[in-house]
């Protein structure tokens, strides 16, 4: 099992410039939830997912965009970036049925540096 | 108030010595509580998961006190390879699956 993989592992953007991260994971999870985590600010929600086919936003979904057509891939796009979206992400996926079944497994994180 | 504090540290430690992380939770109805550890660039790794009970897994040992929403971590023996950050993780008890982090403490053990 390769658990949540991500790709790529760095990038360096332009402002203006789009990318899409890929997430992916082998567990048969049904949660999947992207973060982005900057120095002093912790984990931070952008988008998540309860299932193929659905999004939602978290708490900082400004400026991205995700799609789930696929039940082991979801996808954050960021159509125009800009130097505040500089960060560390993170991709995780879950059973996500409550309790300690909503443990989750994280991906070796994208690091992205956007001029 | 935060939904999840803890104190950022950095606890700087020899080895051998014991060390203990606390944290406090906002919502008294989150039900499941977790540690995570995490590296330096490195992504966060489940520890161990927090039972009404307590638990212990070798030098580490997790107590959940409900009344006073407080979670603490005990690492006992610390080893140099216990330096990272740890995070103190609760559920989101009105959103099944959604997870609230800690912004973590770190620790250093030296020498």
């Known amino acids: 099992n390769a658990g949540v993989t991500q790709t790529p592992k760095f990038r360096v953007l332009k402002t203006g410039q789009s990318m899409t991260l890929l997430c992916a994971q082998d567990m048969n999870h049904e949660y999947m939830y992207w973060y982005r985590q900057d120095p002093g600010m912790g984990l931070r929600l952008i988008h998540y997912s309860v299932g193929e086919g659905t999004t939602a936003k978290g708490e900082v979904p400004d400026g991205y965009n995700v799609s789930r057509l696929k039940k082991q891939n979801f996808l954050l796009g960021l159509e125009s970036a800009a130097p505040s979206q500089t960060s560390v992400y993170f991709c995780?996926?879950?059973?996500?049925?409550?309790?300690?079944?909503?443990?989750?497994?994280f991906g070796p994180g994208t690091r992205l540096t956007v001029l | 108030r935060k939904e999840v504090e803890q104190d950022p540290g950095p606890f700087n430690v020899p080895e051998g010595a014991t060390v203990a992380f606390n944290c406090t939770y906002s919502n008294s109805a989150s039900q499941s509580f977790f540690w995570y550890r995490q590296d330096c660039r490195k992504e966060p790794k489940l520890l161990m998961s927090v039972y009404s009970s307590g638990n212990e897994d070798g030098r580490f040992t997790a107590q959940l006190n409900r009344a006073s929403q407080y979670i603490s971590l005990l690492i006992r023996d610390s080893k140099l390879s216990d330096s990272a950050t740890y995070l103190c993780?609760?559920?989101?008890?009105?959103?099944?699956?959604?997870?609230?982090f800690g912004q973590g403490t770190t620790l250093q053990v030296k020498p």
């Open positions: 995780a996926s879950s059973y996500g049925r409550g309790g300690f079944t909503d443990t989750q497994y």
């Open positions: 993780v609760v559920n989101n008890p009105s959103n099944t699956g959604k997870l609230i």
